[in-house]
């Protein structure tokens, strides 16, 4: 398939949902540029985790648009979403790997729930994955042997086995010691770079946020309220924002 000549790879337009009174998304904005990585930061219970949700069809809106490389995906059925879920890797929050599984069938599985079922295409991939990952050859290892950190960096090859274009991960470091945390931060810039893939980080980690990233951007109140390079976000004049990042980068 050739690449649509989009800058874009996403763009969500006046999104609204409310779970009863709880008004999550405001007539939110967001644009996903090709090729950079993008962190999504804000308070717990903005509305994150629903966000990259939502722009996967894994959570229903009440309005607005999400274009997905120029595809309106709120129409009338549920191709688009499909698509885009054929497009885009995903880890999410708190994802735990299946601890009756070997970690070579945590990683296979994401690969035939796609549809692969040529054994040895499986085990290459896997197997490329784990490398990928660093950490080659612990195809037979069970869940209950790894570290914390080792389980996180398992799932993150099994969020990209599928060598998807896009990747949303949903607090990748989150529970994980400081080595931890910046080991999975390198992780997740050199797996953009090596798959050439556009990333959507959440994370509550400002530090990350702040040295890995191209652009970042702010969930508050059902709105982006502030996005922009490491850079324009530090200089930002909206107390919003200053308050947040401050509190944390300090
Ligand atoms: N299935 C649901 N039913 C009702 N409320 C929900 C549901 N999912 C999320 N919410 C609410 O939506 C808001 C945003 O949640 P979430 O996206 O998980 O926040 P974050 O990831 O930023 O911490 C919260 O107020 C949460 O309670
Ligand atoms: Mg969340």
């Given at each position: 398939?050739?690449?649509?000549?989009?800058?874009?790879?996403v763009e969500v337009r006046g999104l609204r949902k409310s779970?009863?009174?709880?008004v999550v998304f405001d007539g939110l904005d967001l644009d996903?540029?090709?090729?950079?990585?993008?962190?999504?930061?804000?308070?717990?219970?903005?509305g994150?985790?629903l966000l990259l949700k939502s722009m996967?069809g894994?959570s229903p809106v009440d309005a607005g648009s999400i274009l997905?490389?120029?595809?309106e995906l709120l129409?009338?059925?549920?191709?688009?979403?499909?698509?885009?879920?054929?497009?885009?890797?995903?880890?999410?929050?708190?994802?735990?790997?299946?601890?009756?599984?070997?970690?070579?069938?945590?990683?296979?599985?994401?690969?035939?729930?796609?549809?692969?079922?040529?054994?040895?295409?499986?085990?290459?991939?896997?197997?490329?994955?784990?490398?990928?990952?660093?950490?080659?050859?612990?195809?037979?290892?069970?869940?209950?042997?790894?570290?914390?950190?080792?389980?996180?960096?398992?799932?993150?090859?099994?969020?990209?086995?599928?060598?998807?274009?896009?990747?949303?991960?949903?607090?990748?470091?989150?529970?994980?010691?400081?080595?931890?945390?910046?080991?999975?931060?390198?992780?997740?810039?050199?797996?953009?770079?090596?798959?050439?893939?556009?990333?959507?980080?959440?994370?509550?980690?400002?530090?990350?946020?702040?040295?890995?990233?191209?652009?970042?951007?702010?969930l508050?109140?059902g709105r982006i309220?502030?996005?922009?390079?490491?850079?324009?976000?530090?200089?930002?004049?909206?107390?919003?924002?200053?308050?947040?990042?401050?509190?944390?980068?300090?």
């Open positions: 398939m050739t690449e649509p000549d989009t800058e874009h790879v779970f009863g009174t709880n996903v540029r090709r090729g950079e990585f993008m962190t999504l930061i804000g308070g717990s219970g903005s994150k985790s996967l894994l997905f490389e120029g595809e129409g009338d059925t549920d191709e688009g979403f499909r698509r885009a879920r054929e497009n885009v890797g995903m880890l999410f929050q708190a994802s735990a790997l299946f601890d009756s599984l070997d970690v070579y069938e945590n990683i296979a599985y994401a690969l035939r729930q796609r549809g692969e079922s040529d054994k040895a295409m499986i085990d290459a991939t896997v197997s490329d994955s784990l490398r990928l990952i660093g950490l080659p050859g612990i195809e037979r290892m069970w869940p209950a042997d790894l570290s914390g950190g080792m389980k996180k960096r398992v799932a993150l090859a099994r969020a990209v086995a599928v060598r998807p274009k896009v990747i949303f991960y949903d607090e990748p470091t989150e529970g994980l010691d400081p080595i931890n945390v910046t080991r999975v931060n390198r992780l997740l810039l050199g797996l953009s770079r090596t798959l050439d893939a556009t990333t959507v980080v959440v994370t509550h980690n400002m530090e990350s946020a702040f040295s890995i990233s191209d652009r970042v951007a702010m508050f109140e309220i502030g996005s922009g390079t490491p850079a324009e976000m530090r200089a930002v004049t909206d107390r919003r924002v200053r308050e947040f990042v401050d509190a944390v980068l300090d």
